[in-house]
């Protein structure tokens, strides 16, 4: 598993972090039951400092992405991936009332669409049926 990260970034190191751990698990590069790189060895890798990841996997372990196993370390939880596209499809119907929000406001449909569109193709998705 690869992480990068962007030290001169306006986002936060471990959430930097975090985001990188929930692309792989998205993209299937961490099996279920997967062990997550330690904090030490990360940090290191990283050049960061261990309380900063520390802090990553906290949330991990707190989103019910990872479980802690005692003297051994993290592990990807088994349901790590269906917790994703849950949470995904939850941010989707967010979407659905934010659109009903923007319509009432007086936005038009193909303001909404166009915005959706740039979005869309921004992130490379523009052309997928």
Do not use: F, W
């Not at 890798?45 to 990841?53: D, E, H, K, Q, Y």
């Not at 119907?93 to 038009?108: F, R, S, Y």
Request: charged share 25%; glycine share 8%; with cysteine.
């Amino acid at each position: 598993m690869l992480i990068q990260i962007d030290k001169l970034s306006r986002t936060p190191i471990y959430e930097q972090v975090i985001s990188q751990i929930e692309l792989h698990i998205r993209l299937g590069d961490l099996p279920r039951g997967e062990p997550l790189p330690s904090v030490r060895s990360l940090s290191q890798s990283l050049g960061v400092n261990p309380n900063t990841l520390q802090k990553a996997y906290a949330e991990l372990e707190r989103r019910g992405l990872c479980v802690s196993v005692p003297g051994s370390g993290r592990y990807l939880a088994a349901d790590a991936s269906e917790r994703l596209l849950s949470r995904s499809r939850q941010q989707l119907q967010e979407l659905g009332v934010l659109i009903k929000t923007l319509l009432g406001a007086g936005l038009t449909r193909e303001e909404i669409l166009r915005c959706v569109t740039d979005a869309l193709d921004s992130a490379g998705e523009g052309d997928k049926p």
